[in-house]
């Protein structure tokens, strides 16, 4: 996952999984920011079941009231986020993890498109995210299935796909509880690319120490 030269010695491996780490916690940290000031000043109340973090950055309140102050608030985010990401990708070693990573850059500057405006930009640019994210911790849990135990790396895949899939299904039907799913599912995301990073950590220790 991480670059690999000097693995030996311990000094490449460390610095590029301390940085993407780093600049993870910093993403996530971000985007649980981006939510509570949304939440703060949207221009309506907000219900979490009816309504979107995508409706932070909207124009206008779907009862036509100004948006202004919580729609700067999540292009900040959206612009803070796509930096992150274009820097991760710098510090992966893999090509395709790279790509992942620099999708998800152009996906969160597609995001900063409001829904209420062009619907269909703000929704490719949600499913770069989602879906790049989604890719890159698949493949970090791919590279770990012969290195932790069986019991762990099914767990982590029951809760990655039973979160984010039935988001994905229920978001492409049109449901009404698509809203809902969303918040499970980026929380599984989140909670499991970080566990895979944690994974990885280990696994990184152990060949420094071989």
Not at 2 to 11: A, D, F, P
Not at 14 to 29: C, T
Not at 156 to 168: D, E, F, K, M, N
């Amino acid at each position: 996952m991480l670059e690999h030269t000097n693995i030996h010695t311990g000094s490449s491996a460390k610095s590029s999984y301390h940085i993407v780490n780093r600049e993870l916690n910093v993403l996530f940290g971000v985007t649980l920011l981006v939510c509570l000031l949304g939440m703060l000043t949207y221009g309506e109340n907000i219900v979490i079941r009816d309504h979107a973090v995508s409706h932070f950055g909207r124009l206008y309140t779907r009862r036509g009231d100004p948006n202004y102050l919580s729609l700067l608030i999540f292009a900040l985010g959206m612009t803070a986020s796509s930096m992150i990401c274009f820097h991760i990708s710098r510090h992966l070693g893999k090509p395709l993890h790279q790509l992942f990573f620099r999708l998800c850059g152009a996906g969160y500057i597609l995001l900063i498109v409001p829904c209420d405006l062009y619907n269909p930009v703000h929704t490719l640019g949600g499913t770069l995210v989602v879906g790049s994210l989604w890719f890159f911790t698949v493949f970090n849990l791919h590279d770990l299935y012969h290195l932790i135990p069986r019991v762990r790396f099914f767990l982590y895949q029951s809760i990655l796909q039973g979160t984010v899939l039935p988001y994905a299904f229920l978001y492409a039907i049109g449901s009404p509880d698509k809203q809902l799913a969303q918040k499970f599912a980026l929380a599984g995301l989140i909670l499991i690319l970080k566990a895979a990073m944690i994974e990885q950590k280990k696994r990184e220790e152990r060949l420094n120490r071989q």
